[in-house]
């Protein structure tokens, strides 16, 4: 009755399940090393190998990987330039390299040379890779730099990307892709003409949770999404920073912050909006905007029929997140949604007399290892990148747009667009 | 060092409290009876005397009410007769009765004489007080009956609001108040004519919760509101019904289950909008769907800068919530909110390096039984009641403006108010 | 393809459900009345007829009742006296009465004239059927009464159990039932002596979300259940009151919140425990507990090998919850439980690579209404109540056995039943 | 009225906060850099220097960190041992020392040489540095380890920590320390008699969410924590895995999940337990469980008179949590706890008529870099871990005592201890 194969195969008949996944039946590797039982690994000494794991748990448990993490030996991997020591860069990017498997950074470039020393310092990175604003182009000439990673002010964005592309550099670029359409033209050309892969970092389309969403919504899991909501907001600070610069941020919470719900609402349908209108507000006096928006409340109108209420602001208490209402008894999203760390799906269903409100997750990882981590194996197999120059230059326009339509009260019409996923490149692997 | 004092007063320093509620001194019946501790009230002997309750619990706990429930004697509560006996009549509004304090109900209007007649056995009505859509006017005769609570497809609100008043009865009518502003004006003069008071039936401004909300949102507990997203949609059945039938229901999703957006938004600022946009899509081919709107994503725009994107829907899931996004570190809503039972307080707060997502609640009392209680105390004591008819009136000015921007894809404004509360009465009481 | 049927009857296929529930084939009545179309009903005038309600919403939706609910006319409803005028009986059990569809109060018994008075004028009783506990036994005259609901201290309920008996009237009994086994089987004689119903008033076994959670643990939904905890604490207060005299309430916390913990252990499991250990704490000094114990922390094992630890105090702030872990991919229970509102399931499922945490909920009720008319019907329909007397005696008896546990310091051991629900009667009916 | 120091620095009145954590005036560096405002850094140049960061955010929102993180230059930190290649150290050590700061894997010890190889080759170890477990002693004479990481079996630990130490390694030391309380001793022994540091890796007791708990408790913020519930279980898979082996393992869940019950029981409270008492359960016929037991319920008894409910089991759906019980309006716990990613604060509080479940969260960090990082602060700084080998030991004689207890049927008594926190050294600060 009790055989111990009940325990370590996938042949539990899951009758209870809501089959959200199906559970697939994993290769066992039962050792029975006296020592440790899971030390065995198959044979064969290829480079990259994976190790096989074993399950740990029984068989009605949540499905383990089917490998041990298995990150590229540092010598083989893609070693970046990280371009700008700003919050992000040092607060999150820097960090999310150790999580890579196949990234590294190699260099950095600073306008302030002892910050770039300690950083330097810090991360183990060489002090003879570190570049200021104006040595830049001498990256052409380490081997060890094979990409950069450009989180600068937004408008210096076209410059550096051009720049990259010309000292032979693959260009991962932050968000927002420039300040203007032309702008992303001609980063796009650039990248195109030198060769080079560029790819905008939109670090959502490269989640797991949010990529399962993705899948509920073109796969209709639960019928047809027919409205959705995001924000994305937060209450920005000190009013001397660069994103509150027109020159530098190219606006204000739109480009920055609302992004994400357009590009979000994008990736998640795989449609382009064909009409925007919307609302921009900003508080009389307040001198964190004496250049740009505030408040950006917004609404997306697609092809078939989804309208995507959107909001964004620089001043209220942060939240982030995004709800999709489908048509066969349930509603979907995240809340928070957006975020670095901590986001979480929620849903709700109706199952006969019951409403059951669930938070379905798969494991976090990080985030900007995911999304550095596509780029690199894009740039290794030369594979066009999932948020390629056209995805930034799409939201770009349709930024443009809202601003239009909020200016003159009224709804602006955008380019129709016919198939899915028009402008992104190969669908993003899950390796693990 | 442990005296009785302290378990029985609260005098209790709450210095872990975030102070939303003042704890108040509660004045105590400490009695010593063998018997039961609790059995002795105060001396005295007033009609509609309020017994004392003493706090079963410790002076930390969740604040117990100061007086035991005190519904009134049945003979000398407001009689009112039903109008209408369909979905929420027969399923919500007769059973909420049970749970009023000031009202009862004493009549029946209907069509359908068998259903009137079950009905009023069920309810132990006096089946001489039954009455049809013919017989109505002889209401004007029955002394029992001081009140209607009409509960009519929208378009028949017109009308049995006038005659009611002709009758000589004070009216409770279901929203939305009718299908055009011009009808709501005659109702308003026709009652006004007859001297007897009119009230829409607004559930959500008479919900202890929502009043809370209302209350962080006017004394800036957390700050200036910015922004706000509320929604409120659910899939429609049976499309034989007269919700979808334009003559009888005036439109679709927006007059039935979209006002409770924008009238919420009113209330929790206690400003009225000054310009509105929006989206209109309706599924084709869907049968439901052939007279009136499926979908309506709409944005207000209010004086203060306050802009509100709002969305409702007969073609999706039931999702029913708002949420207020305020500048000092803090936002909150409901989700659910506008239901009948199960609405839920969420709040947001960062606390230093803690970000603190809250459900604070104060305990859930039937809606309905708040409601017609509050119009049965307008009624006795002759005071105008919080949602009069012009709080229904210019509900319909906005969804008709909401109507016109869609249809013309642009900002159509309103006309501007001065002050908070145009359109209310006496604010409820909390009579617990 | 948008055919009415798809809309008004459950054929759609459910392919995303979990199955809690099957979703069952509701008969419509689609009237195509212009006035209302739920208005029609079916032929036909028996008594205590229900009205067939179609569904509003979709059939992808919350399954909707299929009836509007039938309160039975209140001269046709068994008529209680309530003994006892304390704390639960004015704030909870009067005010459940008004939800309650078979069941209303006559009769007040108490010891305290100007409170029975105020109480008889509010709830429209008549001032003749007012007793105090002299006067009590005058009921057997008394023909508006078939049975009585005792709210005393328990130290009353032996008493005045057997001298309702002898009046000739029914018992529905609060928990715990007495104050010793002995005194249980004596009341358990009495009642079965005059030929009347004894019930136990445990609110739990009559909740339907209760009830749901007992279904998937007797049903295996989620495997066998192997472990359990449970808790029911609060901070009490008033160290004057009843609840604290050992004479009159027989113990201190176990008995009065903590016997939530061991009677929803045995209804959940249908089980009887074999065997008890246990420790008693209470705070030195503390003038609340000079007679009875403050807490309880205690484990109840099961001949199937479940174990349950429970835990109850009158020292700490209120929590109520239970949590069941089972074997087959998922644990469940309820936090907040027992509560008179707002309990909540919750459920941890793996599904794949997905942990989801789910709060499935059935349209909460009123728990004293549900108790109270599941006694009125046995009363009616001569049927054993689901907890008889027998019940209320075995958790005394558990009682007893924790006691001698916590104050030997080892396990002892309780007789052994065989099958399932062994005191139990009737389960009690959905009539919704 | 709106100046710029509003918006950077921390004099924002807080007047609605819950007051749990003090905001701290953070000194600002608030650079005009038309590049990037942030990347100026302060003057100086001292190795290892933190890089100040200027907050992004308003005053209003979560605090953010003082410094951009910092960690230590690669060649400068503890090189470390792994011993084992099981799963925890692949799955979850390895990857975490990518998050660590002060530390680094700079060897591997196996007993399978290809496992050994493809690790070493993924994270760019020296092969030269990979051991056996008879080669293992050869470690004394590798200047780059200077600690280890024991990862095996529980049976092993005893052995490679003393063969460790006498190769004048550090040792971090999986939990459970060991089998018995004698190998417990002979281990903390032979590091001291080697003048080497031992602590066992309690993740818990260095994480932050946790550590607010524990603060929560020590300084009484919610009042005296009466009683507590802990549970940590599992649903163990492939029977043949060490784990499920008496002689490799020592015991069941008890020594490898239970333990966080106990552990973290006597880290929150910082008391140690004088009695104990449980019931010890394994389903018949079960293959896994033909050696160890399946499911421990037991009790633990301090002398400030706390209990707490504790559970664990191997075979039921994972649950990870635990709850306490305070007297001043509140409980608090975590649900999730124990787990490595994931775990969330939960917190009801009594505030006048409101009941508010609150989530306060601090950021999420990698528990097993914080643990290993701790050690190797306390290596290069010659402290005594806060949880040295004396804290495995007691646990050990913890479980020694239930087992009898179980075994008995009887309460068992402890040795009492004085003071708080007997046997733990210095306490983790946060560097952050």
Known sequence: MFSSDLYTRKTFLKNMS???????????????????????????????????????????EQEEPAFYPAPRNPAKRVGYAIVGLGHLA?????PAFANSKYSKPVALVSGDAHKAKVVAEQYGI????IYDYNTFDRIADNKEIEAVYIILPNSMHHEFTIRAAKAGKHVLCEKPMANSAKECEEMIDACKKANRKLMIAYRIQYEPNNALIRDWVQQKKYGNVKLMELFNGQNIGDPSQWRLKKSLAGGG???????????????????????????????????????????VMFQLHFPSGVIANCGTTYGAHMTRRYRLFADAGAWFGMDPAFSYKGIRIELSQSIGKIESKQYPAIEEKDQFALEIDHFSECVRNDKKPFTPGEEGLQD???????YQAAKEGKVV????????????????????
């Open 18 to 60: 809501v089959g959200i996944l199906t559970a697939t039946s994993l290769p066992l590797n039962a050792g029975n090393d006296l020592e440790d039982s899971t030390e065995k690994s198959s044979p064969g000494d290829v480079p990259e190998e994976k190790l096989p794991r074993s399950p740990l748990n029984h068989s009605t």
């Open 90 to 94: 040092l607060t999150d990017v820097m």
């Open 126 to 129: 060489n002090p003879m890779n």
């Open 253 to 295: 919470s739109l480009p920055d912050v609302g992004i994400y719900c357009l590009n979000t609402a994008r990736y998640l349908l795989g449609e382009e909006p064909d009409a925007v209108s919307g609302f921009i507000h900003t508080t009389p006096g307040d001198i964190r905007f004496k250049e740009v928006e505030e408040s």
């Open 396 to 402: 770009q326009r349709i930024i443009d747009a809202i």
């Open 413 to 432: 019409s955008l380019k129709k667009y016919d198939g899915k996923d028009v402008f992104r490149g190969e669908v993003p692997k899950d390796d693990k």
